[in-house]
């Protein structure tokens, strides 16, 4: 599996726009290729992907974490380049007419090693992928208690790690077991997450391209 970062408030690599906001292409084999979020600005979106030879055309699909503007603000303009991708988007989010939408509410299975952990608390749903090292977990911002998505993310297999948005998440003690942490976009404890997984963090930021 591969994940490129490409929308999220720092960039790694300089010539990317940072803003506020993430999304990243998830790569995986023998799986189309699936958009998670979108970021809060399309053409910066859309910027970042050419600067990163991601051709948008390509995408087949797109997985919506939550409906906050900060992940489905590129929406839009993404759907007027892309007349194909499908889209996995939680209950609670209303804004996309017009093509196939799966609307998910409970735990589904989208392809053989990708998942949904359904829309927990009524408002975002994280991807889980299976890989040979274990799951890892792709959240846009972790509005529910961790101890949730962890527990959704566990009924898949064990867990490897996390990347994506964690918001205020400071229990730190849940990821004592995580070999990969990736903290994008909201996350407010980065320093403190570092500090205690220095083997196990991983920065992030627009360019950034995880393999596991």
Known sequence: MRVTIIYDNTAYREDLQPDWGFSALVEIEN??????????NGRILLNNMEKLKIDPVSIDEVFISHSHFDHTGGLSEFLNVNQKAKLYIPT?????????????????KIHENVFSTGELEGIEQSMIVKTEKGIVIIAGCSHPYMGYILDA?????EIY??????????????????????PTHCTQHKAELRNLYPEEYIE???????EV
């Open 31 to 40: 799986t189309p290729e699936i958009l998670f979020d979108t970021g809060t």
């Open 92 to 108: 609670s989010f209303r804004g996309v007419k017009g093509r196939e939408v799966i609307r998910v509410s409970e735990a589904i």
């Open 153 to 157: 993310a566990g009924k898949f297999g």
């Open 161 to 182: 790690g996390i990347i994506g948005g964690l918001h205020g998440f400071s229990e730190f003690e849940l990821f004592k077991d995580l070999k990969l942490i990736c």
């Open 204 to 210: 992030g930021g627009a360019g950034r391209i995880i």
